[in-house]
Nanobody
């Protein structure tokens, strides 16, 4: 079992930056690939970015490439999402998720555990 708690959301103007954190508790954080998803009002939840369990591989959705960076610190059981050049269309609830995997792949679906989400609002 893994518990995930996101923090760092808030209100920011277009062009600004935010850094989200996701603290994990439970077993063997380094055994899990980690991902960030988001859900805007009236839309389905979508994959944003993910990182392999060792941190060596990352994968980003086209909509955030060059603007968002995912990283992890396995010693602190924490994954981060640095969001730069934010746009109003980035407004959503952002969720951290964990996927148990014995490999170094970065899945975009099939995550096992989810956080409660943190709101990010980008004003124009």
């Amino acid at each position: 079992q893994v518990q995930l708690v996101e923090s760092g959301g808030g209100l920011v103007q277009a062009g600004g930056s935010l850094r989200l954190s996701c603290a994990a508790s439970g077993r063997a954080f380094s055994a899990y690939a980690m991902g960030w998803f988001r859900q805007a009002p009236g839309k389905e939840r979508e994959f944003v970015t993910g990182i392999s369990r060792t941190g060596g591989n990352t994968y980003h959705a086209d909509s955030v490439k060059g603007r968002f960076t995912i990283s992890r610190d396995n010693a602190k059981n924490t994954v981060y999402l640095q969001m730069n050049s934010l746009k109003p269309e980035d407004t959503a609830v952002y969720y951290c998720a964990a996927a148990f995997t014995p490999t170094t792949i970065v899945p975009s679906k099939g995550y096992d555990y989810w956080g409660q989400g943190t709101q990010v609002t980008v004003s124009s």
